[in-house]
């Protein structure tokens, strides 16, 4: 089993809707939890934390569920410019972020 | 306040030349780390480098590959005899302080190496 999964996508999203997906881990000892976004051929770039208690940054939502062992992020009110590859990240001990393979989003008109 | 600098930024090699990437952190940050990123494929540990220090090398493949962060000068990652499978984008990326977190780290817009 990877140790952070997520579906491959592609999502395809209407501009102004809303899209949700999850991403599992397999190391019940991480302890830190984050949301990367890569454009294609770009660097990846941090989008948010992800705390325990859920967190909102505007038009995306976060949440942790450590019992399951998975977060999930939400963005709503698509728009085009959300078109991206969303990496979810995983920090366990040892100094060492783990990356699952991305979730592809395109928005369409 | 420059970010992380890497060079090159794209690199052909024909099968068996040696590849180096270079990785400049940013100022003041003593922490490196290098990802492989294959076509279609997530960001992949290779190892986490201090000045003159191998930390942790977990993700390296055990041949041809090599790294370093000497006292002076930017971190090198040296794929010697490359191979095809090798082609990748190689992200560098650094970290002010020993406690790294996934929003205190900093990558670099990467090196993409192609082998023809």
């Known amino acids: 089993r990877k140790e952070v999964e997520q579906d491959p996508g592609p999502f395809n999203v209407p501009e102004g809707a809303t899209v949700a997906f999850n991403c599992t881990y397999s190391?019940?000892?991480?302890?830190?939890f984050f949301w990367y976004r890569q454009d294609c051929r770009k660097e990846p770039k941090l989008l948010m934390s992800v705390y325990s208690s859920g967190n909102e940054d505007g038009r995306f939502t976060a949440q942790l569920n450590r019992a399951s062992q998975y977060i999930s992020l939400l963005i709503r009110d698509s728009k085009l410019s959300d078109s991206a590859t969303y990496l979810c990240?995983?920090?366990?001990?040892?100094?060492?972020?783990?990356f699952g393979g991305g979730t592809r989003v395109l928005v369409k008109p | 306040n420059a970010g992380v600098m890497q060079n090159p930024r794209h690199l052909v090699r024909r099968r068996g030349q040696e590849a180096r990437l270079r990785c400049s952190p940013m100022?003041?940050?003593?922490?490196v780390y290098w990802y492989r990123q294959l076509p279609e494929e997530g960001l992949k540990f290779m190892v986490y480098l201090q000045k003159e220090n191998i930390i942790d090398e977990s993700g390296m493949p055990k041949e041809r590959f090599s790294a370093e962060f000497p006292k002076e000068g930017p971190s090198i990652l040296r794929i010697q005899q490359v191979v095809r499978g090798d082609s990748a984008a190689y992200f560098c990326?650094?970290?002010?302080?020993?406690?790294?977190?996934?929003?205190?780290?900093?990558f670099g817009e990467g090196s993409w190496l192609t082998v023809v």
């Open positions: 190391n019940s000892a991480s302890q830190s």
């Open positions: 990326a650094s970290s002010p302080s020993l406690v790294l977190s996934g929003n205190t780290i900093y």
């Open positions: 100022k003041g940050h003593s922490h």
């Open positions: 990240v995983v920090e366990a001990a040892g100094n060492k972020l783990t």
